[in-house]
């Protein structure tokens, strides 16, 4: 085995020549295969990655971290079968594929937005409605159509959108590895039970930050899994820390062996909104390295990274002034820094796009992505293919990269509004001598402490616990519901401090600022301020 | 505990008193608390089954059946914090929802078929186009809309659509305890892993049909779930055999416990296409009391079930007078005899309306639907929103229950004609003295028996299963893709007999004779006849 890549060098290279860029997406298209536009047609990342990605070393092999039940995954018996159905002339009576006739769809429509008027009222006054019927593919309209989309589909996703996701993936990650495959998911929720499934046994740890997003905690308890907390301080996940838990790991005492998987959110961190620096996740990496760690990394919020705060009288920042300003003003991912193919990054279109579409993506090295796609082609098999057909419709053939990266623009510029709302309704209303934050970079929450050893009630014996809950009920009781704090604590970690998760993505922005100062008045009346 | 009901009153009284017919849901709706109509309410079937339901006893419990992974599951700590949100005037910084405002679709229409014009044809030129905007609630239009579909949801499913598939699930099945659920899922597929994982741990056995869906048991295998196979005949599962496997059962040879979980396939099952008949679904049901089994009966092609094959001479039998007669005409469900809540009744659109929405659902006892939902919403969540939108318009404000039986009619037709143009062809063209076959009564599948006894390559020392290798080859030689009867063999059972699927789902008429003529020739030549 070849000695590691310094992550140094290849952030460096990475930056300077950037292969693949949103201009060369056409050339790119031009001189690949035709992508095929039958029913379930295998495919997957190769025929859509850019020459570029194979000047590059391959990822390491994994086969030391897969479950026994991952291990033991074989490829479904009637998906090899199709493989006929490659034979000129041939007649299926094969699969058990319906026929679209008796699909009661002839005809799908949606109305979105046209560049750059992207707010409802542009879009219900001058949006684009894109169509697919049923025949768009047999009468050359389009390469993908309804009475496809209708049908069954590969678990790694339809080729058309699946381009899609591979080619952005090249132009924001371009992970330093050449076997970096995509595979659609039904959702990070999905994905990451999976990747639990495919990685751990029953018994094993797994490494997560110590406040963390509550179910993907309650996803792995039920498997057996269990927590091993990793400290954190204002940007997340503290390499020291993690290198403690790992170098000091007593199989004895634990009962189990090192942990051998990281779960984080690198990103606008949920719950406390902290975000990684390109330093620290280097750091990171490397302790991974040095301990054979395989990282997941959790990216809902990569796209809601904001504009730096600026102080409450300051002017707000305007929006990067180009595509390749933008692109270059993300902190890299940890699948961007990923010389051994240690990463699976899990993505997700929920935030930018819709939850309620239940699909998303994850990329990986070919042999981890295998195992993936194994596992859900015995589950979910895929995300719905009308779903898939409307992002396509959307993403590639009315917005384009270029489109899609104005409309992530935009949504930077609509979140740091709201965060700057949040913000300046904090300074305003809550009590700076026992409420400290830091302003959010990245995501949809801000994370409040509150000095709990200031409440009057220590003195009559109250615990950390008690307090907190108290502070919950008298601010939904002054009409503001907030998270508490000890919902997101992972198992076993310990809890000196007292945290308030707050999220401004929802509320209107006079929402946000009354229910702050719903907020601060319970905490005075709480701490008799 | 009070003595089981016996199957047979229960059938009879259900038969006789027909508690809710299409005609009375206006009534059960008019009746009812109004439908939430906000962004993920958590509801289950109660609010939508008659009062009818509730005159009938509670299911048994089954604490004993679940895994020890199920057991451990708890309810979701954000979940849980919604409840919150009911208090007047909150305003919430609690959840991550994101705004409706980011995301870019505002309208989403689908052209779809008006009863009595189902084909194709009929729906470009006279179909309805149904249209649901982000704002239709707000403005009345509707209780659905797009807002509310494109949001997060919860693991049950949204209202309008779990209404409309528990009212159906009572209008069909009518099951005879009062405490059933339904819940969304995404996927059968999706629903059999989360049934294995929810009922079995590693080095348990399942009782499966000796052939089976491949899919079926390869989503068990990798779980450590052991199959003991059940035999069959014409129609499908043999309950002595299943008394037999059971009452037999060594567990110090197996190094397992007795089975407490049968999976089956009843009604045009996958791959032999036979249909249980009702008095064999009584007997299969008393042995399952008697063994206190599970049964989990998975059923995509019960809405397949066809006219009676009239032989090659005869005029087609004409389709059901009335929705009545129609749903009088299908074998009685599993679910409709289950006296105790035994049964996990899985239910498909795939096959009626779309597999490429990914969206089915489940009927069980309030118990299991509630265990099961755990496993939902820490994996796939829900199956997506914009289709639970979509089938919802289509389904419960275009057709209603009366339309939505007489697409379920006019694809009974449709598919007895493609079945019977697949027997005339097999009559044709399939050498007698070596293949036989019964005509299915459901389903997509038929089941072609091939005396391989009878092929030359057995004088010099060709197996089995050499043969039907051999057989199969031929025939994609020969222009023509069947499957493998040995692909859909449980574990462990034995294979004396050699047999091919063929299925009249997906090739035209002028297709299937074809391809069944070019078997035909494979078979003479391949048997020197």
């Given at each position: 085995?070849?000695?590691?890549?310094?992550?140094?060098?290849?952030?460096?290279?990475?930056?300077?020549?950037?292969?693949?860029?949103?201009?060369?997406?056409?050339?790119?298209?031009?001189?690949?295969?035709?992508?095929?536009?039958?029913?379930?047609?295998?495919?997957?990342?190769?025929?859509?990655?850019?020459?570029?990605?194979?000047?590059?070393?391959?990822?390491?092999?994994?086969?030391?971290?897969?479950?026994?039940?991952?291990?033991?995954?074989?490829?479904?018996?009637?998906?090899?079968?199709?493989?006929?159905?490659?034979?000129?002339?041939?007649?299926?009576?094969?699969?058990?594929?319906?026929?679209?006739?008796?699909?009661?769809?002839?005809?799908?429509?949606?109305?979105?937005?046209?560049?750059?008027?992207?707010?409802?009222?542009?879009?219900?006054?001058?949006?684009?409605?894109?169509?697919?019927?049923?025949?768009?593919?047999?009468?050359?309209?389009?390469?993908?159509?309804?009475?496809?989309?209708?049908?069954?589909?590969?678990?790694?996703?339809?080729?058309?959108?699946?381009?899609?996701?591979?080619?952005?993936?090249?132009?924001?990650?371009?992970?330093?590895?050449?076997?970096?495959?995509?595979?659609?998911?039904?959702?990070?929720?999905?994905?990451?039970?999976?990747?639990?499934?495919?990685?751990?046994?029953?018994?094993?740890?797994?490494?997560?930050?110590e406040y963390t997003?509550s179910?993907?905690q309650?996803?792995?308890?039920?498997?057996?899994?269990?927590?091993?907390p990793?400290?954190?301080?204002?940007?997340?996940?503290?390499?020291?820390?993690?290198?403690?838990?790992?170098?000091?790991?007593?199989?004895?005492?634990?009962?189990?062996?090192?942990?051998?998987?990281?779960?984080?959110?690198?990103?606008?961190?949920?719950?406390?909104?902290?975000?990684?620096?390109?330093?620290?996740?280097?750091?990171?990496?490397?302790?991974?390295?040095?301990?054979?760690?395989?990282?997941?990394?959790?990216?809902?919020?990569?796209?809601?990274?904001?504009?730096?705060?600026?102080?409450?009288?300051?002017?707000?920042?305007?929006?990067?002034?180009?595509?390749?300003?933008?692109?270059?003003?993300?902190?890299?991912?940890?699948?961007?820094?990923?010389?051994?193919?240690?990463?699976?990054?899990?993505?997700?279109?929920?935030?930018?796009?819709?939850?309620?579409?239940?699909?998303?993506?994850?990329?990986?090295?070919?042999?981890?992505?295998?195992?993936?796609?194994?596992?859900?082609?015995?589950?979910?098999?895929?995300?719905?293919?009308?779903?898939?057909?409307?992002?396509?419709?959307?993403?590639?053939?009315?917005?384009?990269?270029?489109?899609?990266?104005?409309?992530?623009?935009?949504?930077?510029?609509?979140?740091?509004?709201?965060?700057?709302?949040?913000?300046?309704?904090?300074?305003?209303?809550?009590?700076?001598?026992?409420?400290?934050?830091?302003?959010?970079?990245?995501?949809?929450?801000?994370?409040?402490?509150?000095?709990?050893?200031?409440?009057?009630?220590?003195?009559?014996?109250?615990?950390?616990?008690?307090?907190?809950?108290?502070?919950?009920?008298?601010?939904?009781?002054?009409?503001?519901?907030?998270?508490?704090g000890s919902w997101f604590r992972a198992a076993g970690a310990s809890e000196?401090?007292?945290f308030?998760?707050?999220?401004?993505?929802?509320?209107?922005?006079?929402?946000?600022?009354?229910?702050?100062?719903?907020?601060?008045?319970?905490?005075?009346?709480?701490?008799?301020?």
């Amino acid at each position: 085995m070849s000695p590691p890549a310094a992550v140094d060098e290849i952030v460096a290279s990475a930056a300077t020549s950037g292969p693949l860029a949103v201009e060369g997406i056409p050339a790119l298209r031009a001189k690949s295969a035709p992508i095929p536009t039958g029913v379930a047609p295998a495919v997957n990342s190769d025929m859509f990655k850019s020459q570029h990605c194979y000047t590059k070393p391959k990822s390491k092999r994994w086969d030391h971290v897969f479950s026994v039940e991952s291990k033991s995954r074989k490829s479904s018996t009637l998906k090899e079968a199709a493989r006929y159905l490659k034979n000129p002339g041939l007649i299926s009576l094969g699969g058990g594929l319906p026929s679209p006739e008796y699909f009661p769809f002839e005809q799908i429509s949606v109305k979105v937005p046209t560049v750059p008027g992207f707010t409802p009222e542009e879009t219900r006054n001058s949006g684009a409605v894109l169509t697919a019927s049923k025949g768009d593919v047999r009468e050359g309209k389009s390469i993908f159509d309804l009475e496809v989309a209708l049908n069954y589909g590969q678990a790694s996703g339809t080729p058309q959108l699946l381009r899609f996701v591979t080619e952005h993936t090249e132009l924001i990650h371009n992970p330093p590895y050449s076997d970096w495959q995509c595979c659609l998911t039904p959702g990070s929720t999905y994905a990451w039970d999976s990747i639990l499934r495919m990685l751990c046994n029953r018994g094993d740890y797994i490494l997560m930050e110590e406040y963390t997003f509550s179910s993907a905690q309650e996803t792995a308890l039920p498997l057996g899994v269990k927590v091993a907390p990793v400290g954190m301080d204002g940007q997340g996940l503290l390499p020291e820390s993690l290198d403690e838990v790992l170098s000091n790991w007593d199989e004895a005492a634990r009962g189990a062996s090192k942990p051998h998987v990281l779960y984080t959110i690198p990103t606008g961190q949920n719950p406390t909104g902290a975000t990684q620096s390109a330093e620290r996740r280097k750091a990171v990496y490397q302790v991974a390295q040095k301990h054979d760690v395989f990282i997941v990394e959790d990216e809902p919020y990569y796209f809601l990274q904001m504009q730096p705060y600026a102080g409450p009288d300051s002017e707000p920042v305007p929006p990067p002034a180009s595509h390749h300003e933008f692109i270059k003003s993300l902190v890299p991912s940890y699948l961007s820094l990923d010389v051994d193919g240690r990463v699976l990054r899990v993505e997700s279109f929920s935030k930018v796009l819709s939850p309620g579409s239940r699909t998303g993506w994850i990329v990986a090295s070919e042999q981890v992505v295998e195992r993936f796609a194994r596992t859900l082609e015995a589950s979910a098999q895929n995300p719905s293919g009308i779903v898939q057909l409307v992002f396509f419709k959307l993403l590639d053939e009315h917005w384009g990269h270029a489109g899609y990266l104005d409309w992530l623009i935009n949504l930077r510029m609509q979140y740091t509004g709201r965060r700057d709302t949040m913000m300046h309704a904090c300074e305003n209303y809550l009590p700076g001598d026992i409420a400290k934050w830091i302003p959010p970079a990245a995501g949809m929450f801000h994370w409040i402490e509150v000095d709990w050893k200031k409440h009057p009630g220590l003195a009559s014996g109250k615990t950390r616990g008690e307090i907190e809950e108290e502070v919950f009920h008298a601010a939904v009781n002054n009409g503001v519901l907030v998270s508490r704090g000890s919902w997101f604590r992972a198992a076993g970690a310990s809890e000196e401090n007292m945290f308030f998760r707050a999220t401004f993505a929802a509320a209107s922005s006079d929402g946000i600022a009354e229910a702050i100062h719903r907020f601060g008045d319970a905490l005075r009346a709480q701490f008799g301020l």
